[in-house]
C-alpha cells in the first residue's frame, strides 16, 4: 500500500536530549513537510522539503533540523534548543504541484519530561 | 501573505441536524482550499479540495463546501450529520508555491 508512515507514533525524552522523528514517504512524491500540533493552533510548519539535497525552514524552524538525503525519507531532530518540544508532530508528503493535496501520516506524540 | 481564518473552535450539533463549518481565506490570487479532518492521535485525512474547476466542491462522507469569492469564504457543510462525524476539522489554502497555510481548526462535536 502506498502511502507516509511515521515512527514511532508515541516518545518520550528527557529534557536536554536530542530526539529524531523518523517520515518515510512510497508515493514518489517531490515534496515533503513537517507541522507541530498544539491544541487550538492549527499546523505549524516546521520545515519543507521541494526536492532532495533541498529544505527551507518554515514558520517555526527554531530548535529543529531536518535532511533530505533520499526522495522517500525526510527525518526531524528535534533539538535541546527548542523551548517546548511536548506536542504531535505530523509529516506530509505532496507532489508539489500547487493544486496538490497533501498525504500524512499517523502522527508522532512526543512528550519531553 | 495568505492566511485561513475558521470561525469557532467548537461547534455542536445534533445528530441529524445540518453541519456547518466556517472559513474565509486571505489571498492574493486565485487560492486552492481544501478541508481535512482528522481524528484523535491521527494524522489529517482529505475531505476536498477546490481547484478553480467548480465552485461546489462535494467531498467524502457527504460533505460539500461552496467557494464563494466575493465572500473569500470556502464554508464546508453537510445536510444531515452523524455521530461518526466527530472530529476535528482544518480548512487550509496553497498559493504560489509548496506551502499550505492551515486555520486553527473547529472540533465538531455531534449530540444523540
Known amino acids: 500500500d502506498g502511502g507516509i508512515t511515521q515512527s514511532p507514533k508515541y516518545l518520550f525524552r528527557k529534557e536536554g536530549q536530542n530526539v529524531t522523528l523518523s517520515c518515510e514517504q512510497n508515493?514518489?512524491?517531490?515534496?515533503m513537510y513537517w507541522y507541530r500540533q498544539d491544541p487550538g493552533q492549527g499546523l505549524r510548519l516546521i520545515y519543507y522539503s521541494q526536492i532532495v539535497n533541498d529544505f527551507q525552514k518554515g514558520d517555526i524552524a527554531e530548535g529543529y533540523s531536518v535532511s533530505r538525503e533520499k526522495k522517500e525519507s525526510f527525518p526531524l531532530t528535534v533539538t535541546s534548543a527548542q523551548k517546548n518540544p511536548t506536542a504531535f508532530y505530523l509529516c506530509?508528503?505532496?507532489?508539489?504541484?500547487?493544486?496538490?493535496?497533501?498525504?500524512f501520516g499517523q502522527g508522532t506524540r512526543l512528550t519531553v519530561v | 501573505a495568505q492566511s485561513v481564518t475558521q470561525l469557532g473552535s467548537h461547534v455542536s450539533v445534533s445528530e441529524g441536524a445540518l453541519v456547518l463549518l466556517r472559513c474565509n481565506y486571505s489571498s492574493s490570487v486565485p487560492p486552492y482550499l481544501f478541508w481535512y479532518v482528522q481524528y484523535p492521535n491521527q494524522g489529517l485525512q482529505l475531505l476536498l479540495k477546490?481547484?478553480?474547476?467548480?465552485?461546489l466542491v462535494k467531498g467524502i462522507n457527504g460533505f460539500e463546501a461552496e467557494f464563494k469569492k466575493s465572500e473569500t469564504s470556502f464554508h464546508l457543510t453537510k445536510p444531515s450529520a452523524h455521530m461518526s462525524d466527530a472530529a476535528e476539522y482544518f480548512c487550509?489554502?496553497?498559493?504560489?508555491?509548496?506551502?499550505?497555510?492551515f486555520g486553527a481548526g473547529t472540533r465538531l462535536f455531534v449530540k444523540a
Open positions: 487550509a489554502v496553497r498559493t504560489g508555491g509548496f506551502k499550505t497555510i
Open positions: 508515493l514518489n512524491h517531490d515534496a
Open positions: 506530509a508528503s505532496s507532489m508539489g504541484r500547487e493544486s496538490g493535496r497533501a498525504f
Open positions: 477546490y481547484t478553480s474547476a467548480a465552485t
